[in-house]
Nanobody
Framework: QVQLVESGGGLVQSGGSLRLSCAAS????????MAWFRQAPGKEREFAAA????????YYTDSVKGRFTISRDNAKNTVYLQMNSLKPEDTAVYYC????????????????WGQGTQVTVSS
């Protein structure tokens, strides 16, 4: 089992930046592919970014590509999401997720989830 705890959310103006962190406990993240999902009010949870076990491959949804960067530090059991050039439409609760095997953009493929952290981007 692995427990995930997100942090780093908050209120930021358009064009600003935030860095989200996802810290794991219980088991190391070494054997897990990781991802960030987000859910805006009244909308379905959507894929944002994913990273392979080794960190050698990353994946992004089109709406965040070029602005967000996912990374991982397995020695620290932590995954990050650097968010730059934030837009109001990025406002959502952001969730960290982990799964065995390769990266996926489908939430049902993930085995473990964090509690979420709120990101609010004002105009």
């Amino acid at each position: 089992q692995v427990q995930l705890v997100e942090s780093g959310g908050g209120l930021v103006q358009s064009g600003g930046s935030l860095r989200l962190s996802c810290a794991a406990s219980g088991r190391t993240l070494t054997s897990y592919a990781m991802a960030w999902f987000r859910q805006a009010p009244g909308k379905e949870r959507e894929f944002a970014a994913a990273i392979s076990l080794s960190g050698g491959r990353t994946y992004y949804t089109d709406s965040v590509k070029g602005r967000f960067t996912i990374s991982r530090d397995n020695a620290k059991n932590t995954v990050y999401l650097q968010m730059n050039s934030l837009k109001p439409e990025d406002t959502a609760v952001y969730y960290c997720a982990a799964r065995l095997y390769g990266s996926s953009s489908q939430p049902n493929d993930y085995d473990y989830w964090g509690q979420g952290t709120q990101v609010t981007v004002s105009s």
